[in-house]
């Protein structure tokens, strides 16, 4: 048995010794292309030269110094690239060491903006379920991802509550259209504001287009612009978690952009550095910050390596390769091929219920029975099967169970680096079809 503690205690998994742009080797030779990132976050795949050069660069001149007595360059650099330009009113940046801390620092940001304008009487937070927003007890009760709350459940916040999820594929009723759905979805949510007290109620939180755990599930025209409407009319925030979607993930920097609204509080992680170096962080609407200047003077929370010198000059260089490059029309055009792609190789197999996303961020829900929507028996393991085919034919995929509920349903997550070629993404979706059917029992 492994000293290092590995997802599974049962097996070790292969052990991973180079990585080149969408190739990962296994200490074995094995090779694979690496068509999700690990968990959609190499956006620009392995060992980019302009990234690793940036690195040296910062690790020659300085590799730490505490933010309680020093800024960096590096990170005044990565905000001023962010936020410089205010989009949609997001005016400041704060970065730390991932995606589930950078959703710890929203809720307490959301709180503490509150409190000092005056209302500290807004202590509760609504979400979706089938979410997922970090795995720290903060970010872990936001989420409604109900197969990893299970056995933290006794301790996990009260302050928590959930609603349905924008997701068609299931929730939408026979005959319902699109906006009546929409307005369901709106009317399920302000019943809950009513039932918590309006209020009392501090954010609504939700992914743009969640990640893993409902793979890829984009919101129907209009939802956001509902949610966000009902949020202003109670003077509650929302906080957009685009750890996953975000920052060109789906084509346009943020996720938000193409639900024709924005977020007070924006959570970032993953294609913000791409892997090579853990950073995730929060983008915040100006009147926010201004009303803890104008209160308290700071902000009370904290990360020994928040605005890590290394980890926001690797991040600032990814930013600057993807506009160099300009990477965000590499992700549409791409994007579109594999979505076509994908329809063609499984949108009729019997046993492919949906497939979606937007960008090159895509899954495919796998079901016994397309009519019906039926899906596996959650023993087989359908996802991992999917998975385990995948790599021995040479392609790493991102599969979940656990789909509808925790525990049923299987779907598999794709999301290659933007700079992937025309060629790859026919090679991508060759061996993932392969590896479908080669699972199907």
């Known amino acids: 048995m492994p000293h290092l503690i590995h997802r599974r205690l049962d097996a070790a998994p292969p052990l991973a010794v180079k990585g080149e742009g969408i190739w990962l080797t296994a200490a074995d030779g094995h090779r694979v292309m690496d068509g999700s990132g690990g968990a959609a976050v190499a956006c620009l795949g392995h060992a980019h030269p302009k990234v690793l050069a940036a690195m040296r660069a910062q690790m020659d001149a300085l590799c730490y110094a505490h933010t309680s007595l020093f800024s960096c360059e590096s990170a005044e650099r990565l905000a001023d690239t962010l936020v410089g330009h205010a989009p949609g009113g997001l005016t400041h940046a704060y970065f730390v060491s991932s995606g589930s801390e950078g959703m710890e620092a929203a ?15 807004r202590t509760r937070f609504i979400a979706r379920r089938q979410s997922y927003h970090g795995n720290t007890l903060g970010a872990l009760a936001a989420g409604g991802n109900m197969m990893r709350r299970a056995i933290y459940e006794p301790v996990l916040s009260h302050a928590f509550s959930h609603v349905s999820p924008c997701y068609a594929y299931r929730g939408r009723a026979d005959g319902e259209s699109d906006e009546d759905y929409v307005e369901r979805l709106a009317a399920e949510l302000e019943a809950e504001f009513q039932r918590l007290g309006p209020d009392n109620v501090a954010a609504f939180c939700a992914e743009t287009v969640v990640g893993a755990t409902l793979g890829c599930a984009t919101a129907l025209p209009g939802y956001f612009r509902r949610v966000r409407e009902i949020c202003d009319r109670h003077g509650a925030l929302l906080i957009l978690d685009e750890v996953m979607s975000g920052m060109g993930r789906c084509g346009t920097t943020h996720a938000w952009e193409a639900e024709g609204i924005a977020p007070d509080i924006q959570v970032v992680a993953k294609g913000l550095g791409g892997g090579y170096q853990p950073i995730g962080g929060i ?26 010198p290394m980890a926001c000059a690797a991040a600032l260089a990814v930013q600057q390769v993807i506009a160099e490059e300009d990477l965000l029309e590499n992700v549409r055009t791409r994007g579109a091929e594999l979505e076509a792609a994908l329809t063609e190789r499984l949108g009729n197999h019997a046993h492919v219920g949906e497939i979606r996303g937007r960008g090159l961020f895509w899954a495919v829900e796998l079901v016994q029975d397309r009519a019906t929507k039926a899906v596996f028996d959650p023993a087989l393991k359908l996802h991992a099967r999917v998975g385990q085919e995948a790599y021995a034919r040479g392609l790493a995929c991102y599969p979940m169970g656990g789909t509808i509920d925790g525990r049923q349903g299987d779907h598999v997550v794709l999301a290659p680096p933007y700079n992937v070629t025309r060629e790859e993404i026919a090679a991508i979706v060759d061996h993932f079809g392969a590896a479908v059917e080669a699972s199907i029992p």
């Not at 940001?109 to 304008?117: D, H, K, L, N, S």
């Open 107 to 121: 809720l307490k940001m959301a709180r503490q903006y509150f409190v000092e304008a005056g209302q500290p009487q």
């Open 283 to 308: 983008l915040v609407s100006g009147r926010i910050i201004a009303a803890l200047r104008d209160g308290s003077g700071g902000f009370m929370h904290g990360h020994t390596y928040q605005a890590h």
